[in-house]
T-cell receptor, first 115, second 111 residues
């Protein structure tokens, strides 16, 4: 099956710093990648959709200058949380689609803790 | 997006079948029914999907009502590793591959 790798799995940072999370499709080319965030005991909330080589489409209420998404290749998308604050602490999850089977393949998630 | 309704939680005994229900009374004719599950501290994983006919794969079976207003995910023999939150999601034909997650059903499996 298609494999999506997400790195790092856990990050702790100081308030005001920026954190970059990588999402890679290991054995397929991802036409579209998605970024979600999930608070404890809550469901996944879609943050943005990104297609390779074009600007990401952000969901309502998600600040594009706060959550920078780069999708420079068909196998890599990055999410940078800029000037992180404690309220940004959350579980961030990426997913990717091959464009052929209508399935989203998810990474293992990144737990961000901002002190 | 058409909405789905699932019980918040269910319990099952190990090695017994589990039937996870999902209501989607406002489903449109072109909506696919997708199921994903999320194990603790993991990203979700795909389980199964279908449109009108029942579907089987190595993980589960999907039974879709004739009027498509409900569906049931069937795990034939629950194991402790099946303890997870199960999400029933409708994917619109024109939504690309976008998924909107609801609350899901937390399945607890007792040994």
């Amino acid at each position: 099956g298609a494999v999506v790798s997400q790195h790092p799995s856990r990050v702790i940072c100081k308030s005001g710093t920026s954190v970059k999370i990588e999402c890679r499709s290991l054995d397929f080319q991802a036409t579209t990648m998605f970024w979600y965030r999930q608070f404890p005991k809550k469901s996944l909330m879609l943050m943005a959709t990104s297609n390779e080589g074009s600007k990401a489409t952000y969901e309502q209420g998600v600040e594009k200058d706060k959550f920078l998404i780069n999708h420079a290749s068909l196998t890599l998308s990055t999410l940078t949380v800029t000037s992180a604050h404690p309220e940004d602490s959350s579980f961030y999850i990426c997913s990717a689609t091959t464009g052929t089977d209508n399935i989203q393949y998810f990474g293992a998630g990144t737990r961000l803790s901002v002190l | 997006d058409a909405k789905t309704t699932q019980p918040n939680s269910m319990e099952s005994n190990e090695e017994e079948p589990v039937h996870l229900p999902c209501n989607h009374s406002t489903i449109s004719g072109t909506d696919y029914i997708h199921w994903y599950r999320q194990l603790p501290s993991q990203g979700p994983e795909y389980v199964i999907h279908g449109l009108t006919s029942n579907v089987n794969n190595r993980m589960a079976s999907l039974a879709i009502a004739e009027d498509r207003k409900s569906s049931t995910l069937i795990l034939h023999r629950a194991t402790l590793r099946d303890a997870a939150v199960y999400y029933c999601i409708l994917r619109g034909h024109n939504a690309g591959n976008m998924l909107t997650f609801g609350g899901g059903t937390r399945l607890m499996v007792k040994p």
